[in-house]
C-alpha cells in the first residue's frame, strides 16, 4: 500500500505557471506508475499527466498541447507537475495518483486505487 501526500498550487494569472509535488510515504518500497488528474467544476475527472513505474516514459492527456511536463523528484514514488502557460480552463482540483499497472496510457480514473487529497488550481483571466 501506499498514501500519497501533494503540494503546491494557489492562484496565478492566465500565462503563468506552477508546480505540484506529489511523493508516497508508508510502505512504498515497491515503485508505482505515478499520474496527475484534474477536476474542473462541474467537469468529469480527467487524465493530465503520466509516468511509467520503470524506465522514462511519459505520457498526456491529449489536450495539454505541450503545456505540462511531469517529471521524477528525489526519493521514491515523488514526483512533479510542471505546468505553463496556464488559462482559465486549466482551473480544478489536481490530484496525484498512483498505480502498480503498466499498460501506458491509463486514462482511467478507475484503474488508479491510490490517491493524494489533492490541491487547488486558480487561473484569473
Known amino acids: 500500500q501506499v498514501e500519497l501526500e501533494q503540494s503546491g498550487g494557489g492562484s496565478v494569472q492566465a500565462g503563468g505557471s506552477l508546480r505540484l509535488y506529489c511523493a508516497g510515504y508508508?510502505?512504498?518500497?515497491?515503485?508505482?506508475?505515478m499520474g496527475w488528474f484534474r477536476q474542473g467544476p462541474g467537469k468529469e475527472r480527467e487524465f493530465v499527466a503520466a509516468?511509467?513505474?520503470?524506465?522514462?516514459?511519459?505520457y498526456y492527456g491529449d489536450s495539454l498541447k505541450g503545456r505540462f511536463t511531469i517529471y521524477r523528484a528525489s526519493g521514491m514514488n515523488a514526483v512533479y507537475l510542471q505546468m505553463n502557460s496556464l488559462t482559465p480552463e486549466d482551473t480544478a482540483m489536481y490530484y496525484c495518483?498512483?498505480?502498480?499497472?503498466?499498460?501506458?496510457?491509463?486514462?482511467?480514473?478507475?484503474?488508479?486505487?491510490?490517491w493524494g487529497q489533492g490541491t487547488q488550481v486558480t487561473v484569473s483571466s
Open positions: 508508508g510502505r512504498t518500497f515497491t515503485p508505482y506508475s
Open positions: 509516468i511509467a513505474k520503470r524506465g522514462p516514459n511519459t
Open positions: 495518483a498512483a498505480t502498480e499497472l503498466t499498460t501506458h496510457p491509463i486514462v482511467d480514473a478507475h484503474d488508479w486505487p491510490y
